[in-house]
């Protein structure tokens, strides 16, 4: 048999029809949670995913899970964190989900937006302990007043201080840290001890650890640098004062030699390597940079305040992980009783254990200050814990060639701080647009 | 009368595996293309017809062009290079005296490690103080080895085009190797004994009858430039700022950062025009004259 040209266009369109469809798929279907006994005895396989930064903390909730029951067996599968979005992405695409992700919670927003996750605001709500879960976690999770994750994992920026530098040096912790002032001037007096030794530090060449540490700043005043909800948000970058006095500061650091040279290169691989060395009078990190990496000698003489404003106040980026249900989960039961296990006091009170910190603050006891004091500020003070609730975190904050990291290098390094801010504005703006378009 | 010739049905026979092929790997996934980036289509959720509005949110948006812009001055810059140094090594070792073929290996080699594992050692010796780049600089006189290569964007891009160069030039060599030694020796003695230098044998005996040769290796190592992408995104990732964004990481940063698979894939179908744009000015440039 032989195809006519005409025969041979209609097959290719039909072809083409079916892999334009295929590669489609549909929209996957909630679970019905409010079905009776969900949650409860349920049993058989959970999938999980969960990122590779966080896999040990997961894996001892998924260790401990199956220490306590044994009908439901749990399959960790890490995925890379550069990574994440698009698999997930992808994997709702083909239709075939996991039942549960660990998340990062600057990333939980965007799923919940596009219809990916499923409500769980009546579950959540049976749970009774919202007011002492992180808002922040909460917030990033939240749309149209519904919540489709559960808090997890807290990953928070504070400020280490290196009390012996801070004594050498005539200074008390407590009213140095309460505003610009205050760190300038025990910089420049802690930066005076030696030629070794400075009072700051900041990863200048690594967009999202500086977005981690730096924007508290900007935050403790009440101010972002995105205005508006999500769908209608533009920058707020230009005329900010919060963020012009911020990037001052920073500039002042780094002019001032106050700051190791180091600064202006590092891309975060080795954040935490002058703090541990004992160089740093203060260090804007979180609990897991830190700890693991220092010595027990240093950490005895280690105290941990929150980031404070130009003029006062305090913030801290609320920072790390949801538990959150995908639409089209295969055993959506098993999934809820899970993460219930995972945001219980028990377990949360070991996430330190990891490196991580816990989401609620109702872990917070004597013992538990005790035994771990770094991660004990924020959790009482879970209210000033922020982050952008943003469709475009990713391309502005965590991208090397993202607008925050160009504003941020010009205006420090460069000292053309007016000329930053506006262009920054302008790029935040078209990214900003994109993102909802 | 017998004819040698099959049927035509055999012809069509014979073909058709080769044409099945096209057609499933390039023309269908080619329109799928085409319809794809006349949507909205995101990686998550929903999607919807939208025309041309794609090709024109990508032709007004300035970081298309910056980009574009910054992938046609890499592929300026590095162009001349590979080839001017591949022609020279493949010169080097296209006879076969002794030690030539441990040279072709010791040229090749950086080709054969590709461009990822060379990216990653890079990453280590441009270091500050600490990588073999600064070092060897500091030892020689000519910086003080605190340089931040990857922070800025003419020192990156300038050691970014010196690895490439180093990369590439091996794989021009061996081609204009193969080509120069498909050259009748009897040419260049008939030249000799007329009394032809050694530059004017180059000049008007090898780069002429080279012609198809060279024309290749540009287009193969202009193409490969327009696409360049790993290098970019493990040294510099586009940064610092956009300033070492090529146009393909820009593509990627549109679809797996944004999750805007529509756009990304009309800024993918505007590069195919442009590339083969290009290629067609090259073949027309270097075509072969009477």
Redesign the interface.
């Known amino acids: 048999m032989?195809l006519t040209r005409r025969q041979l266009l209609a097959l290719?369109g039909v072809?083409?029809a079916s892999?334009?469809l295929a590669?489609?798929g549909g929209?996957l279907r909630p679970a019905d949670i409010e079905a009776a006994g969900f949650g409860e005895d349920a049993s058989g396989t959970l999938n999980l995913w969960c990122r590779s930064d966080t896999v040990n903390g997961t894996q001892a909730v998924v260790d401990a899970f199956h220490q306590a029951q044994d009908r439901i067996r749990v399959r960790l599968t890490p995925i890379q964190n550069g990574q994440y979005?698009?698999k997930l992405?992808?994997a709702?695409?083909g239709g075939r989900v996991p039942d549960v992700v660990d998340i990062d919670d600057i990333y939980s927003t965007?799923?919940a937006y596009?219809?990916?996750f499923t409500d769980l605001t009546p579950l959540i709500d049976d749970l009774g302990i919202g007011a002492a879960l992180s808002p922040g976690h909460l917030a990033l999770s939240t749309k149209d007043g519904r919540r489709y994750g559960l808090p997890f994992i807290g990953d928070f920026s504070v400020l280490f201080c290196n009390t012996e530098l801070f004594d050498r040096a005539g200074l008390s912790v407590e009213e140095q840290t309460r505003d610009f002032a205050g760190l300038l001037d025990a910089a420049r007096a802690i930066g005076g001890l030696g030629d070794d030794v400075y009072g700051w530090s900041y990863p200048?060449?690594s967009?999202g650890a500086l977005g981690f540490t730096v924007q508290p700043h900007v935050w403790a005043t009440g101010r972002d640098l995105i205005a508006g909800d999500v769908g209608n948000q533009r920058g707020d970058v230009a005329g900010n004062d919060a963020l012009r006095s911020t990037l001052d500061f920073a500039r002042t650091l780094w002019s001032e030699n106050l700051v190791p040279?180091?600064s202006?290169?590092d891309d975060a691989s080795r954040w935490s390597a002058d703090y541990a060395a004992g160089r740093l009078g203060m260090f804007p990190a979180s609990f897991g940079v830190v700890v693991p990496n220092s010595s027990q000698e240093l950490l005895d003489r280690t105290q941990v305040v929150l980031l404070p404003g130009p003029d006062g106040g305090h913030a801290f980026f609320d920072g790390g992980d949801n538990l959150c249900m995908l639409n089209g989960a295969r055993n959506p039961s098993a999934a809820w009783e899970f993460m219930k296990f995972a945001v219980d006091v028990q377990q949360q009170s070991r996430m330190p254990e990891g490196f991580y910190s816990p989401v609620r603050s109702d872990v917070v006891t004597p013992e538990f200050a005790e035994s771990y004091p770094f991660v004990v500020p924020p959790l009482e003070a879970l209210d000033s814990g922020y982050a952008p609730t943003t469709l475009a975190y990713?391309?502005i904050y965590n991208?090397?060639?993202g607008p925050w990291?160009?504003m941020f290098?010009?205006a420090v390094f460069d000292g053309e701080v007016d000329a930053a801010m506006q262009e920054a504005q302008t790029t935040y703006d078209?990214i900003l647009r994109?993102?909802q378009? | 009368m017998s004819t040698l010739t099959h049927p035509r049905?055999t012809g069509?026979a014979l073909i058709t595996p080769a044409v099945a092929l096209v057609?499933?790997f390039v023309?269908?996934?080619l329109?799928?293309a085409v319809?794809?980036s006349l949507t909205?289509?995101?990686?998550?959720?929903?999607?919807r017809f939208i025309g041309f509005d794609n090709y024109a949110?990508v032709l007004t948006?300035?970081t298309f062009w910056d980009s574009l812009g910054y992938t046609l001055l890499y592929t300026a810059i590095v162009t001349l290079p590979i080839l001017l140094l591949g022609y020279g090594l493949a010169v080097l070792v296209r006879s076969n005296r002794r030690g030539a073929t441990l040279l072709r290996t010791i040229f090749f080699v950086p080709f054969v490690i590709g461009l990822t594992t060379l990216s990653f050692l890079m990453l280590l010796e441009a270091?500050?103080?600490s990588g073999m780049v600064n070092v060897v600089l500091r030892f020689l006189g000519i910086t003080d080895g605190?340089t931040?290569w990857?922070?800025d964007g003419p020192l990156a891009t300038g050691l970014l085009c010196v690895m490439v160069v180093w990369a590439a030039s091996g794989l021009t060599m061996v081609l204009l190797m193969s080509g120069m030694q498909g050259i009748p020796r009897e040419v260049y003695e008939s030249a000799e004994m007329d009394g032809a230098s050694w530059w004017q044998r180059e000049m008007q005996i090898t780069v002429p009858m080279l012609r198809r040769t060279i024309a290749m290796t540009v287009i193969l190592s202009v193409i490969g430039s327009f696409l360049a992408f790993t290098q970019f995104y493990i040294l510099?990732?586009?940064?610092?700022?956009?300033?070492?964004?090529t146009i393909v990481m820009a593509i990627y940063?549109r679809a797996?950062?944004?999750?805007?698979l529509g756009?990304a894939t009309a800024m993918s179908l505007v590069l195919v025009v442009i590339t083969g744009l290009v290629t067609a000015a090259q073949f027309w440039l270097l075509r072969e004259r009477s």
Do not use: H, K, M, W
Request: with cysteine; hydrophobic share 40%; net charge positive.
């Open positions: 032989e290719a072809a083409t892999a334009a590669g489609c929209t979005v698009t992405a992808t709702i695409r965007l799923f596009r219809g990916a200048g060449n967009s040279p180091g202006f290169a990713n391309l991208q090397q060639d990291l160009r290098r010009q078209r994109q993102a378009a | 049905r069509l057609v499933v023309f269908v996934p329109v799928v319809y794809i909205n289509f995101p990686l998550i959720g929903p999607y949110s948006d300035p270091q500050p103080n605190s931040a990857l922070v510099t990732q586009g940064g610092p700022g956009s300033e070492t964004t940063r797996f950062v944004q999750l805007q756009a």
